[in-house]
């Protein structure tokens, strides 16, 4: 409950006299109202620039249950549509008290950041308070005190709390973007008063801001984060399908559509394989893949990565894992009856009528192109959490003994090309790092491993480097590529294979 967590208190009414009638002296509190509210955090600019600090009230004296303290959460007791304001008290060098337009709410226990960020969203958006609090005359409603102490709030859940707090700083960066912006438009004139001097100037000041703005505009197309932010087999297989889209080749854009949509299905059934591997979760699909390389004389295609994706949903054992764990995002992929669902499903019958010659075209006519890439398109857009993990290709593993820790060199293949920076990081844990091998490395940077369902190497058709899972063709052990279906005889650690099942 929140009075469990915070007392409630109830400012007192104050008489304010008019706008710019009171002026500052070494005694006087600084009066805030609802609409300096509007900042997330209120601070005092001694120290951090407040700009509403300048056209503050200032008041002669006020009740002590007035001042607000370092901590207090500000709640304004009207609101609209959009729900109650909030602020939190970040810094108080001054005197500082509201009126009995706010509640204050002074924390009884100790209330961690993260969680503290989950109740102000709570409060802000809480369905149950809107109901405590029904609409009157003009569309506002007001919050009785007596309410909230009874208000059920959330819990510490450290996982969306990471989320929010990611969210405030994308919107805190792209306000200083915004400000910066106003201050190079507001002084155009600053330097010189010719207007193509200030033509110049403003060009070669403005490009950085430009450029922000031209790269945030193009994360709205979803082909620029398949290309710059999924993993690199499936960047490489969106780059390609681009190409072949842009020319009168319609029988290759095709066969690249088809392609990329069953390396994508492919690659997120590998993760969820080895994702699976690693909690010990098994599903009837998952035992299909392994018996079919173990025994079968072919290897696994489109259906089989689809009825992976389609049962990992319903896997025994996946409710057991934490929220945040990545089975759950790639089991919710292919839900049954969701679009994505269906997309795969039409795309499966396309690629297995044009692997048997059954178009009734020479040449797939321009409304089958269209109709497969949009349907390319949706499952890229349904998978965009790809673009939120990382694959990692580990280069080299330093064990220190005495701070049980490893140092990692790693190869982050994420865009559309394998040349990429070696970077390290340092991670603990009972887990042994394997150099040489593919990590999936998830929101919170945890490392899962991917061998052997995922393995990497130069390809010894192409010369590139490649991303391999073990396939059958003629009942033969090969190593397929995701990036291009480069195939040849296994090369890898069939005993692994056999570790877990696929041999």
Known sequence: M????YQVIVPRFIKVPEAGATQRSADSVRYLRPRDVDAAVIVDPEHVNDSAFDE?????????????????VLMVNAFGPRGPKLSLVGQVCSRTAVSHTFLILRSIVPIEPGHLRLIMAFLRSSPELRRLCPLRAGGISRISPRVLPGLRVPSRDDALSAVLGELDFAGDQMARWHQEAEILATDVFGESEDPLEARRSIIRAGQLIRLRADAAAQLDDPGYIARTRFPYPLAQRWREVEARMSTDDRDRAYKAVL??????LGFCALLVASLAQEAGITFKALKSLKNKIFTQPGGPGFGDWTRILQQAASATGAAGLDADHPFHELAALLVEGSDADQAATRLAGRRNNHAHGRANEPLPTPGALADAFTDLVLLFERARFLADWSLLHVTSVH???????ET??????TGDHPVVPTATMVVTGADRIEAGSLYLADRDQNL????????????EACSSWSIFHADKENGQLIQRSLEHGH?????????ALRTVGLR
């Open 2 to 5: 929140l009075g469990d967590l």
């Open 56 to 72: 503050a009230q200032w008041l002669a004296d006020v009740p002590p249950q007035n001042l607000i303290q370092v901590g207090d």
């Open 259 to 264: 392609d990329a949509a069953e390396a994508l």
């Open 399 to 405: 064990w220190d003994r005495l701070s049980a820790s």
């Open 408 to 413: 990692l060199g790693y190869r982050r293949l």
């Open 448 to 459: 899962h491993p991917l061998r052997p369902f995922l393995t990497c190497e130069i390809c």
């Open 487 to 495: 195939n040849y005889p296994y090369r890898g650690n069939e005993a």
